[in-house]
């Protein structure tokens, strides 16, 4: 793969093409209008429409254009911050009910596939923990026990993951996990939703959201839906300023795509207990499967060394699996975690009781968001759902508080940037494709200079809280190191949860 600073593509995006949607051109009528048109969105709005309610689904951009595009679409009730942590977190009957759920999501998914007969290379796999050292022996231990204490029995230790290329020791299996095609997956959600009456209308920006008996959601270029519900699935919320932002933290995870021969290495899926983690699955092509491996995380918009982190994710690759071959892909996304673990899916806090988010997939975005599906048709439908209260966006758990308090602390420490010099003196500094903080009297201005020379010249403040953003040269963004908003190289949002551009500067 070329080796240069350009956004990236993910696997999922070079392999299908999901249609883009027609924009919004009038103003309409329907029971619920979701926001977002990724795994959360999609899900809740086939759920809906197979119930028999009239959905509408706008997105700034494409079906899967999102989050959901630069997954690795693992579909696991492994959970990626252990159940013994959830457990402390959330007591023993949390822990069962977030294994519970996650189960489900799964089931759900192959459920779809089998009834819309969507051919997305669905797959039942096992999957494997092993320890990042030979020290993390009781680590496995206690989550064996945690896990078969949250109702997985069917975990067991296994001497070593089924790898042949490096031996990884002690492992914990976990049967029946799965993987998919997620684009192929929600392109067929799409057509089905439409089938049932639904409509997705892309390119159409949401820009104001009010809840209550006239509720309503306008758009940029001016019609509006009127709806009875309305659901915000944008991967973090873009209707709210605080109440869920001061719960959750982004977090950017790199991921690589590479070329190995065909049953080379056993397929199922892989994590590592490191910190960051390393997760790996398999998919396969006609001439050869490709290896995609991810980790490396760290805080959106905290980082400015991406080619360094892909460097490590090689390195870390070629050390286990020496028969890999040249880098295909490599692509980067967004995870929001949130203080606790566990999703924000239900009534928004501080809102009318018929505004719903779906939120804080920490790194299960797939499963999450099929658990969205699920728990927000049942809510807007008037049933009891037994995981209501575990994914309620407005929880307080007093055992996370001291992470609570942890990332609110590192977010109020991002506003000293005002009182910084800039990356730079001088615009002349520049060269083509860079971008940099100036400072301009009292102000920071984000500077950019293009391929053909232009330079842009934008406001450095977030437009949602008021950070000054920072230069992504790996995906050519401003990141807001405060709450993970993103924003492209001349300015235009696509990452929330701020919902405008970076104003262009005199």
């Known amino acids: 793969m070329k080796d240069d600073s350009q956004a990236s593509t993910s696997i999922w995006m070079a392999t299908a093409s999901t249609p883009s949607q027609s924009p919004l051109r009038e103003s309409i009528r329907t029971d619920i209008c979701i926001i977002g048109a990724g795994i959360a969105g999609l899900t809740t709005a086939y759920l809906l429409g197979r119930e028999g309610r009239s959905v509408v689904v706008l997105d700034d951009g494409a079906v899967g254009g999102g989050m959901t595009g630069r997954t690795t679409a693992h579909l696991s009730n492994a959970y990626d911050d252990r159940y013994v942590e959830i457990e402390k977190l959330h007591g023993a009957e949390g822990a069962r009910l977030t294994a519970d759920s996650h189960t489900a999501a799964i089931d759900k998914i192959s459920e779809i596939v089998s009834g819309e007969k969507i051919d997305c290379e669905f797959e039942w796999l096992d999957g494997f923990l092993f320890g990042q050292t030979r020290d993390d022996l009781q680590l496995l231990e206690d989550e064996l026990a945690a896990a078969h204490r949250a109702g997985l029995k069917g975990v067991e230790k296994v001497p070593r993951a089924p790898l042949h290329s490096f031996d990884t020791g002690l492992a914990l299996r976990f049967p029946r996990q799965a993987q998919f095609h997620p684009l192929k997956y929600i392109d067929a959600l799409a057509r089905a939703i439409v089938r049932d009456g639904g409509r997705i209308f892309g390119q159409t920006h949401a820009t104001k959201f009010e809840g209550g008996d006239e509720s309503r959601v306008e758009t940029s270029h001016g019609p509006v839906v009127s709806s009875d519900v309305i659901v915000v699935a944008t991967n973090t919320p873009v209707n709210d300023r605080v109440a869920i932002h001061t719960k959750q933290a982004p977090y950017v995870t790199y991921v690589i795509g590479v070329a190995v021969p065909k049953s080379s290495v056993t397929r199922a899926l892989y994590w590592d207990t490191g910190d960051p983690y390393h997760y790996v699955r398999l998919q396969s092509d006609e001439k050869h499967d490709v290896l995609i491996v991810g980790g490396e995380d760290h805080k959106t918009g905290q980082a400015n060394d991406g080619n360094e982190r892909y460097a490590k994710l090689e390195q870390w690759t070629r050390e286990r699996f020496p028969q890999m071959g040249e880098i295909q892909f490599r692509w980067s996304g967004q995870v929001m975690e949130p203080a606790d673990g566990l999703a924000f899916i239900g009534r928004n806090p501080l809102d009318d009781d018929n505004v719903y988010i779906a939120t804080g997939d920490s790194g299960q975005g797939m499963t999450h968001g099929t658990i969205a599906g699920m728990l927000l048709t049942d ?8 995981w209501e209260d575990l994914y309620s966006p407005s929880r307080v758990r007093v055992k996370a508080l001291p992470e609570y308090a942890s990332e609110n602390i590192n977010v109020a420490g991002q506003y000293a940037d005002y009182v910084t010099a800039g990356d730079i003196k001088s615009e002349s500094e520049l060269k083509p494709g860079e971008g940099a903080i100036m400072r301009d009297g009292v102000s920071k201005i984000a500077v950019y200079r293009d391929d053909g020379g232009q330079v842009h010249k934008l406001t450095a403040v977030c ?33 929330g949860p701020a919902n405008a551009d970076l104003s262009p500067t005199e």
Do not use: M
């Open 379 to 386: 809510l807007i439908q008037g049933r009891k759902n037994r």
């Open 463 to 495: 437009p949602h809280l008021g950070c000054v953003v920072a230069w992504n040269s790996t995906e050519r963004t401003w990141d807001c190191p405060c709450h993970g908003s993103r924003f492209s190289a001349e300015g235009c949002v696509y990452q």
